[in-house]
């Protein structure tokens, strides 16, 4: 893991030298997209971006009270964690239809009061007002989701 975070020459001749020595999996911090493209042409196996997931995500919080997380995994993919949404209280999973509607993938429900975990829930499973989704999809599904819950 190189996370190198103020010296871009110093995180690229590690990345490098990491390499050279034959490391299989090197995970490299990357300070702008840039920095991001040498590391992956150097061979680096992951690239993060610590400072954009952060920003991402309290942008979609900032923007949506009810997303309590976003976790940025693959492209244009991610991991939301959505709660109290007065509208689909009382409507079960077959109801809303997530997946054909907007390609929306209800993977968990949390339980806020002892943070219990339902994993792949049924079609039959009615929301509760203590419940949060845990949805995986991609950024543009999850916005037209929350233009759709703004009417």
Same mark, same amino acid.
Request: proline share 3%.
């Given at each position: 893991?190189?996370? #190198?975070?103020?010296? =871009?020459?110093?995180?690229? /001749? ?13 995970? $490299?911090? $990357? ?5 991001? !493209? ?11 971006? &610590? ?7 309290? $942008?979609? +919080?900032?923007?949506? &009270?009810?997303?309590?997380?976003? %976790? ?12 109290? #949404? ?7 999973? +077959?109801?809303?239809? %997530? ?20 994993? #792949? &829930? ?5 929301? +509760? !007002? ?5 949805? /995986?999809?991609?950024?543009?599904? =999850?916005?037209?989701?929350? =233009? $759709?819950? +703004?009417?």
């Amino acid at each position: 893991m190189v996370t #190198i975070g103020t010296n =871009m020459l110093a995180s690229i /001749l590690t990345t490098f030298h990491l390499k050279e020595l034959g490391v299989k999996r090197v995970y $490299a911090k $990357a300070l702008s997209e840039e920095h991001g !493209q040498i590391l992956e042409r150097i061979g680096a196996d992951e690239i993060l971006f &610590p400072e954009k997931d952060l920003a991402l995500s309290l $942008a979609g +919080r900032i923007e949506n &009270p009810n997303m309590l997380q976003y %976790l940025p995994s693959i492209k244009d993919y991610g991991i939301f964690e959505l709660d109290h #949404i007065e509208s689909l209280q009382g409507k079960n999973l +077959r109801e809303l239809d %997530l997946i054909n509607r907007f390609n929306i993938q209800v993977i968990a429900i949390r339980d806020s009061r002892d943070n219990r975990l339902t994993f #792949i &829930p049924k079609a039959d499973y009615v929301i +509760r !007002q203590e419940d949060v989704l845990v949805l /995986l999809c991609s950024n543009k599904s =999850m916005q037209r989701f929350l =233009m $759709a819950l +703004r009417g």
